[in-house]
């Protein structure tokens, strides 16, 4: 069997629309702009940011893929907002896994409103000190796993 770079389920793919603007922002991007690079009309990232259309599994790993590339080029010269971008992918992961771990359903909105702090702020430091004091909502074990990710770099 082959493993999948980007594998997801039905939860990893609401949580990355739900929260496709956010990333948007962060990485400075258009919808134009996302619309052009995974080969579909801009109508479609506003369908998906609004949804009025489901993110498919293509859809997915065509938006994990392009994100990871730009992170990955963000790095050489914009390393903050790597790292935010970064941070906010690992939010969207580690709750996911929290979730599954505490057997709770995934609150969609309550991610995609830390999210939408996340993506406001002007500097990494800022988006941890956000993360950090929402650990009584989202949960200590996320945001120990998330100050794990980050302080690894």
Avoid: C
């Avoid at 579909?40 to 790993?61: A, G, P, W």
């Avoid at 990494?124 to 009584?136: D, E, F, Q």
């Amino acid at each position: 069997m082959l493993k999948e770079k980007y594998p997801s389920t039905e939860d990893t793919r609401a949580i990355l629309q739900n929260n496709l603007k956010a990333i948007r922002e962060i990485l400075n991007w258009t919808s134009l702009d996302l619309s052009n690079l995974i080969g579909v009309t801009k109508q479609t990232i506003s369908n998906l940011e609004t949804q009025k259309s489901r993110l498919t599994k293509l859809h997915y790993i065509a938006l994990r893929t392009v994100i990871d590339f730009e992170i990955e080029n963000l790095k050489t010269t914009d390393q903050d907002r790597a790292d935010r971008a970064e941070l906010l992918l690992n939010f969207f992961d580690e709750s996911e896994k929290y979730a599954v771990s505490e057997k709770k359903s995934i609150d969609l909105e309550q991610i995609s409103e830390a999210s939408s702090l996340i993506a406001t702020t002007s500097t990494v430091k800022n988006a941890s000190r956000i993360i950090a004091s929402l650990a009584p909502i989202i949960g200590a074990t996320v945001v120990a796993a998330l100050m794990n990710s980050k302080d690894k770099k």
